[in-house]
């Protein structure tokens, strides 16, 4: 048997060297070009409302007008939601003392009960816990302190993306159109198809889930109005907020909402809210949100529940957030460059040759 030749032994090792080096720079600076890839899907997602101010003012003004409005929402989200639960968090730690007098008299009347607490004494435990935990609420204040801490620590990232994004829209086309240039005229013109496809497809997904997140706060509201539960309209935009996270976002939301459910009547409301949150997220989940994204994004509903759940098992809740317009995008280029007859890569179209301009008569030869 013929042994390869030392070049090419040399050449296998240095390519396997280079690609070692490669991911392992691509490894150490994982955090920025998280922030590059964050920027970029931001910048396609508000690239639709800013060119669309654009034809009525100048870029950069239209920027500028997207961006406080961008700021504005998650502002005017922690107004309404966060006063009510400190207020009524503070309101419940005030109380738990007389709770555990209700529950130790429970106990009392229960003669099972009355045997389990004299063996354990269940009761005094929780009364003095009960006791103490006004006394608490300074400990809880140094935990939000810490919170608050790495919520500053974590602004240098959303300014940077921020940043990066402002770049990309106020550019617009200008990079993408540069480095099209660059390549030979066929090619050119399927990167842009396809490029402009994925953008769209981006675009319609971010559309779709402000939709689907719509529909999951006014349904909450009307269950929870329906119910009489206390705050029911910021229970419902935490509800609209955490559907923005396919397939795990409403369980989250319906586990914190069930929790408050069981201070106002448990458990026949709780009950109650237990049974329309399953059959709601089911029916979200899996005629909603795929039917929807069909509309938007143009992928299966099939290939949308497999795409969210493999994202969300590899990358967690970012993962499950990017995975129908990843899963868009690869729809979009395995169309463009694959032919699913032969699977095999589509050579780009040949260059149409210009025409050929008509030939002008010739003059008729002089009488003799």
């Not at 997904?205 to 539960?229: E, S």
């Not at 939301?253 to 109650?272: H, K, Q, R």
């Amino acid at each position: 048997m013929r042994e390869p030749p030392a070049r090419t032994i040399v050449r296998i090792v240095l390519i396997i060297v280079a690609v070692a080096i490669c991911l392992y720079l691509i490894y150490q600076v994982r955090r920025p070009v998280t922030w590059l890839f964050i920027s970029a899907f931001l910048a396609i997602a508000l690239a639709g409302p800013v060119n669309r101010l654009t034809a009525y003012m100048r870029r950069g003004i239209a920027i500028t007008i997207v961006y406080v409005g961008l700021l504005l929402v998650p502002i005017a989200l922690i107004a309404l939601i966060v006063p009510p639960f400190i207020t009524e968090g503070n309101r419940f730690a005030e109380n738990v003392p007389e709770y555990s007098r209700e529950v130790t008299q429970f106990v009392e009347r229960n003669e099972r009960l009355r045997e389990l607490n004299e063996d354990y004494d269940i009761t005094q435990t929780l009364q003095d816990e009960a006791d103490q935990l006004p006394s608490k609420l300074g400990g809880a204040a140094t935990t939000l302190r810490d919170v608050g801490i790495g919520i500053v620590n974590s602004l240098f990232a959303l300014i940077t993306i921020l940043v990066l994004t402002a770049f990309m829209l106020g550019s617009g086309r200008q990079w993408v159109d540069q480095a099209l240039r660059l390549r030979p005229p066929e090619q050119r013109e399927r990167l842009e198809r396809s490029l402009d496809r994925i953008a769209g497809a981006v675009s319609g997904y971010v559309a779709g889930a402000m939709f689907i997140a719509v529909i999951a706060g006014v349904a909450t509201y009307i269950m929870l109005t329906i119910l009489g539960v206390p705050f029911a309209g910021p229970l419902a935009v935490i509800a609209g907020l955490f559907s923005l996270i396919p397939l795990v976002g409403a369980t989250i939301a319906a586990v914190l909402i069930g929790v408050v459910t069981v201070f106002e009547d448990f458990p026949t409301i709780t009950i109650i809210w237990t049974i329309w949150a399953i059959v709601y997220q089911q029916f979200e989940n899996h005629v909603i949100q795929p039917q929807v994204q069909k509309r938007t994004v143009h992928v299966h509903p099939f290939v949308t529940i497999v795409a969210v759940l493999l994202g969300s098992t590899l990358w967690g809740v970012m993962g499950a957030l990017v995975a129908i317009p990843v899963a868009a995008s690869i729809q979009i280029l395995l169309r463009e460059y694959l032919d699913p007859r032969t699977l095999s890569l589509r050579e780009p179209p040949p260059p149409e040759d210009p025409p050929t301009p008509p030939m002008a008569p010739a003059d008729d030869p002089a009488p003799a």
